[in-house]
């Protein structure tokens, strides 16, 4: 019998407060006043309310916690292979400074070959190839080299 009369009260009483009217001056001071009772000596607006939104919790709570779930998981997982990896890291950067170094000793020594030959003396077209040649190692020194 209980659960009638609750139901009952729940139909009757939910339209009559979404039929509620909302109401709004400001006094001689400049404060806003807000009121469901209708003021009949001062000049009022009458405020439209709008339904209110309902949004299931629910669902989000339990993608938050999967979401951290998965966030423990992955920092875990960085922390475990830190270590590991802070030493490939550090083999890798040696490996590619010892390439590095090779082939900058490769275009020194190229350079010097072809310094050699235009000092030996060749022929126009033959002079201008070993110019263009020492022109282009000698970019490529300095870009990944010097500059890189």
Known sequence: MPWRQAAVFVVLFIPAVSAAEMYTWID???????????????????????????????????????????????????????????KASVEQKARELERKNARCAGYRERLERIQQKLRAGYSTDQGNRLRRQRREVSQRLSRECILG
């Not at 299931?56 to 922390?79: A, C, D, F, Y």
């Open 28 to 86: 001689d001071q400049g404060v806003a006043h807000f009121t469901d009772i209708k003021p009949s000596e001062r000049e009022h607006e009458q405020v439209e309310l709008r339904r209110p939104s309902l949004i299931p919790m629910r669902e989000n709570i339990t993608r938050g916690k999967r979401v951290t779930t998965i966030n423990r998981q992955v920092s875990r997982s960085l922390e475990a292979n830190d270590g590991s990896k802070r």
